[in-house]
């Protein structure tokens, strides 16, 4: 390990002669203002060939090259504060804040995190992983300066598919009411994951193209130039200019001083702008324009396929990888199949998601029904209420939605959805852990924020013939209902053409053993298939967290010892609580383990990683089932309980 990483050092000093030199931010700040575009390029070449070697995010933080230098070069990092939205760009920032070394690990287990982690670095001064958090945390920041008489200076940047949201434009429209020195960093690509959608992404399209834009940008260029005694007669002039260009802009009317836009590639001006704005008080926006993958050609040409990937060849980009033998559909392409088979059979069936087509399994839906296709952007309040408002009218809509990105709605869950008996489907991917992303993107806790809420109707399946008839039976269901599934392929079941309503409630027995029942939900079944042949258990595929099948266990804890439950969700509030309540509703007593994720986050690795860490693999399963029977043996052994049992 030692002499690899000497023989990266020695390449990078060959290879990166100023990047290799650059050990944190100050050692930047040390340079000549004329070198940064070479350590530019060099970030550039260097990011390229990590990512192609170990994967992870590449497209974003490709494009963000030139302003993660212009940051660190002008503000003393890590006293002055960046909070870098969802956190896809910021591979370049770890790589100058002392992480370059480690760049390749990101994503692994125990490498760097896939996102700023407060806990990993200095420099990373908040966490993120959901989108549209960093104004608010920045101005949060810049307010307790304010009161502590602290110049330090508080920085967001955001992209434009993500100041759209909800959460956004709350911050702005406070952030503007305020005289707290904030700079927001609007990074317009025209992408999120895919292209970006909405009023505001034409807005500001229409900004980039209108006839005098050209014009302004020139000379503004040539004002920066100065220092910031010009500013006053700067803003006059291009709020002048502006004003006859468009009426207005939105960021001036909620209070920020505009700047923009420019071009987010060109090091010089940046720099130029970014020095104006941090000596400028009060709010500020800077609107730059950048290209997803800049620099990469592969990258530049499809910024979606690029956005994340695998390991690949530089030279060739990302190659197809033949489908394994057998082949087995991912649970999203199973809800993506399906999702355009039910959409043939019913025209009511709309298909909403919040900025996650790809991720969804909604291309093809998208392509062959556009008219019933609606991304709404990352917006995940807005999906659910919109679903809302499409039933309250008669149709038929179906959310497809990650687990961890359901969390932001639940508000909307409650309130627009299950109190008026709404016929939604929720299509819940990535339930459970996710494994690279970490503990922002695994959906950990849906089965208890959605289990106490009235007229939900909850279900998980065990395999993929499973999810697709679980969504039928949603969908056809009068009334809420989820499906949740997990990342990746199931254990390879054949899917049936044919599609079956499930009884609600209903359960499978599908082993029949001595003593000790595993009750086992969605994707546990599998592991714990293994387990109940070596224990010689009953095993029972749960199938519904809520109904629950009260016959099956009031049943089964008459005829065993003892109860086991297995769900990949957290134990607290989960199906397994759900049994416990059911058992004491009925007065029965019986020795019960619950499994699940226990209370913790579980960090970055493979999602197997992450299965063992958690104790939720076979043999971790079977680990926690012995070690309870052996403790439930040496209890009954025990000459007080063998007291009480005679007395």
């Not at 504060?81 to 692994?108: C, E, F, M, N």
């Not at 920085?155 to 759209?164: F, H, Q």
């Not at 959409?343 to 556009?370: C, H, K, N, Y």
């Not at 690795?605 to 063992?612: A, K, S, Y």
């Amino acid at each position: 390990m030692r002499a690899n990483k000497a023989n990266i050092e020695k390449m990078n000093k060959q290879r990166f002669p100023l990047l290799s030199a650059i050990g944190s931010p100050a050692d930047l700040r040390q340079l000549n203002e004329d070198q940064l575009p070479q350590v530019a390029d060099e970030l550039r070449r260097f990011l390229i060939e990590s990512v192609a070697s170990s994967g992870g995010h590449f497209g974003a933080g490709l494009g963000c090259v030139e302003l993660t230098v212009a940051l660190h070069y002008l503000f003393d990092t890590p006293r002055d504060r960046i909070v870098w939205d969802v956190g896809h760009q910021a591979y370049p920032h770890k790589i100058l804040s002392g992480r370059a070394s480690q760049i390749t690990t990101i994503k692994k287990k125990q490498g760097l995190a896939p996102f700023p982690k407060r806990s990993e670095s200095e420099y990373d001064t908040f966490g993120t992983g959901h989108s549209s958090t960093s104004i608010s945390a920045a101005l949060g920041m810049a307010i307790v300066a304010a009161l502590r008489e602290d110049d330090r200076k508080c920085v967001a940047v955001i992209g434009d598919g993500a100041i759209p949201a909800g959460m956004a434009f709350e911050a702005l429209n406070h952030g503007g009411d305020l005289d707290n020195n904030l700079l927001v960093v609007l990074n317009d690509n025209q992408m999120s994951i895919s292209p970006i959608v909405g009023a505001m992404t034409k807005a500001l399209g229409r900004l980039m193209s209108g006839p005098a834009v050209t014009g302004i940008r020139e000379r503004s260029k040539k004002l920066m130039q100065k220092d910031s005694r010009t500013w006053r007669f700067m803003s006059r002039w291009e709020e002048h200019i502006k004003g006859m260009v468009m009426p207005s802009t939105l960021f001036e009317e909620l209070g920020f001083n505009y700047l923009g836009p420019i071009d987010g590639h060109d090091l010089p001006t940046l720099i130029r702008t970014i020095r104006t704005a941090r000596d400028v008080k009060g709010p500020n926006l800077l609107h730059i324009i950048t290209s997803k993958g800049k620099g990469y050609s592969h990258a530049e040409r499809d910024p979606v396929k690029y956005h994340a990937v695998g390991p690949f060849d530089p030279d060739k980009g990302v190659t197809p990888k033949p489908p394994p033998e057998p082949f087995k559909p991912s649970y999203t392409q199973v809800f993506g199949e399906w999702l355009c088979d039910m959409a043939e059979r019913d025209a009511s069936l709309l298909a909403i998601t919040p900025a996650m087509r790809e991720g969804s399994g909604m291309v093809e839906f998208q392509q062959r029904f556009p008219d019933r296709y609606f991304d709404v952007g990352i917006a995940e309040q807005h999906s659910v209420t919109l679903a809302a408002g499409m039933a309250c009218e008669g149709a038929h809509p179906v959310v497809a939605i990650y687990s961890t990105f359901l969390q932001r709605a639940y508000d909307q869950l409650i309130h627009d959805v299950a109190i008026q008996e709404l016929p939604v489907l929720f299509a819940i991917d990535r339930a459970g852990l996710v494994g690279p992303d970490g503990p922002t993107h695994a959906g950990s806790f849906d089965l208890s924020f959605m289990r106490c809420i009235p007229n939900m109707i909850i279900m998980a399946p065990a395999d993929e013939n499973e999810c697709r008839q679980m969504l039928y039976t949603g969908f056809r269901h009068q009334g809420p209902a989820a499906v949740r599934y997990p990342r990746g392929t199931g254990p390879g079941t054949e899917v049936q053409k044919e599609m079956t309503v499930i009884p609600l409630g209903q359960s499978k027995t599908l082993r029949n053993g001595q003593d000790v029942t595993i009750l086992a939900f969605g994707s546990m079944v599998e592991p714990c298939r293994a387990v109940a042949e070596q224990i010689n258990a009953t095993l029972i595929n749960m199938r519904f967290v809520k109904p629950l099948d009260r016959e099956a266990i009031l049943s089964t804890a008459h005829d065993h010892s003892c109860l086991v439950t297995v769900e990949e969700n957290a134990i607290a509030g989960g199906a397994g609580s759900g049994i416990n309540e059911t058992l004491l509703a009925n007065g029965i007593s019986i020795p019960i383990l619950n499994i699940g994720l226990a209370d913790a986050f579980i960090q970055h690795g493979t999602r197997g990683e992450c299965l063992r860490q958690a104790n939720l693999d076979a043999e971790g399963i079977l680990g926690q089932i012995t070690h309870f029977l052996e403790a439930q043996y040496r209890q009954d052994q025990s000459p007080t309980t063998a007291r009480r049992g005679t007395s």
